[in-house]
């Protein structure tokens, strides 16, 4: 891979799930009026977020990243936008409070609207089309015009997601994220819960180191930590053209950032060592991750690490494994160990979603809340015993009440998924069964010390 980096260099490598452009000079114009378009982030947000993130490293802080698989044009709204973040802030209340440090939090928002397909065709009925690549590169509906790969459906992309980050601003500084709101949601969610008994004892806890704060006059009046947030936006750095437009030079240090995000991260399909992905991320001093599967040799682990963060700063990088369930014991150890011996200041987070998915018999793709738990509780164990710091977990939600994954204080079963099974790609967490999971992840953490 060569030492000279550009906004373009990647094009001199391979880059995997990419679309087929039809017009190349249509692209190059959306490629063109992108770069002229304001950064949807600044530099210096992405640095603090490399801060907290350094923190971590350290066993300081701990990392919930969580949101849609994909973002829809369709279903942009402020209301869905508002659920979204309820349920991160309630998950980021439940965590603090189990795991006793800050809780950084970190939206799959405001830019994830392209996804990586095991197949570039998909095939129905005998017709044959082009893959749903996400909402920034084609439209879902099964027709030759509509699975055409459109170049102008990026700009759409950073439209909505300038929309959605100024709403995110406005409901992170203007009171929605005040600490004693966000508990009665939790109170609200115990009560209704099948597993209110279970969960009670950890939110009467909350209620009343509340209680003992107000008593000491600390409140939202007079403290604004308790009523504003540090939140952060991310997404899969897929799309070549999109990520490289919005690259820009920042004018306090000269070093380059990707501003249609605070952090970004390749995902299993495309961490090739030699790939367009590594070489475009390795320029950029946004916060990275790569997601690593099964498949994943320790060599390639230590090449990813060198490659992405060759002077090892605390923060840069974080590896987010997707083992499943089945296979996080075999895999995650030697990795770990490897990486020990390297040295590498690593934020290791655990995506228990994507390796945990399986179809039904009537044609659903799921997955299992007991799965999901069961390499999650594996995560923090084999963390423990390698004498590891787990940092963080990563989480495909929604604040709507979906039938997408079985399981939870709900009790969905595979029969239930025909009900609201509405997302456009893989399915997600609903916000019952994802404060279900914050729950029982900060029960497991109290005990495990």
Not at 152 to 163: L, V
Not at 291 to 312: A, H, Y
Not at 332 to 344: H, M, N, S, T, W
Request: proline content about 5%; glycine content about 8%.
């Amino acid at each position: 891979m060569s030492e000279s980096w550009t906004q373009d260099s990647w094009k001199k490598y391979p880059a995997q799930q990419q679309p087929e452009w039809p017009d190349p000079k249509e692209l190059d114009l959306a490629c063109q009026r992108l770069a002229s378009y304001p950064p949807l982030v600044f530099a210096g947000e992405a640095r603090s977020l490399m801060d907290r993130l350094a923190q971590v490293t350290r066993g300081e802080a701990f990392l919930l990243q969580g949101g849609d698989c994909a973002e829809s044009f369709n279903e942009f709204t402020a209301n869905a936008i508002r659920d979204k973040l309820k349920v991160l802030l309630q998950m980021a209340v439940i965590l603090t409070h189990g795991l006793g440090k800050p809780i950084i939090k970190v939206g799959r928002i405001a830019g994830q609207f392209a996804k990586p397909r095991s197949s570039p065709m998909e095939t129905k009925d005998g017709v044959s089309l082009p893959s749903f690549r996400g909402e920034s590169v084609n439209d879902s509906s099964f027709s030759q015009e509509a699975r055409q790969p459109d170049p102008t459906r990026m700009e759409r992309a950073y439209f909505q997601s300038a929309s959605t980050l100024n709403l995110l601003r406005a409901f992170t500084s203007g009171g929605f994220a005040d600490l004693k709101k966000v508990h009665t949601w939790n109170q609200d969610f115990v009560a209704a819960s099948l597993q209110g008994q279970r969960y009670s004892k950890l939110a009467d806890q909350l209620s009343e180191n509340l209680r003992f704060m107000e008593v000491l006059g600390i409140n939202s009046a007079n403290t604004p930590i308790l009523r504003e947030i540090e939140y952060y936006t991310s997404h899969e750095a897929l799309i070549m053209e999109y990520e490289s437009a919005l690259t820009r030079k920042d004018s306090l240090t000269g070093d380059y950032y990707d501003c249609s995000a605070h952090m970004l991260w390749i995902g299993d399909r495309t961490r090739q060592v030699n790939g367009a992905h590594v070489e475009f991320l390795r320029g950029v001093k946004n916060p990275v991750g790569v997601k690593i599967g099964p498949d994943i040799s320790v060599e390639d682990v230590l090449t990813l690490c060198s490659r992405l963060n060759p002077e090892n700063i605390p923060g840069r990088l974080t590896l987010i494994g997707r083992f499943g369930h089945a296979r996080i014991s075999d895999c995650l150890p030697r990795i770990i160990k490897a990486c020990q011996a390297e040295g590498f200041a690593i934020v290791w987070s655990c995506d228990p979603m994507h390796g945990n998915t399986y179809g039904t018999p009537s044609g659903y793709k799921t997955r299992s809340i007991k799965h999901i738990l069961s390499e999650l509780t594996q995560f923090f164990a084999i963390h423990k015993a390698e004498g590891s710091r787990p940092g963080g977990v990563h989480f495909e939600l929604t604040g709507g009440n979906v039938t997408e994954c079985v399981g939870g204080s709900q009790e969905v079963l595979e029969e239930h998924l025909e009900h609201r099974y509405h997302t456009t790609c893989d399915p997600r967490l609903n916000a019952a069964q994802s404060l279900d999971v914050a729950f029982l992840v900060a029960e497991t953490l109290r005990q495990m010390g």
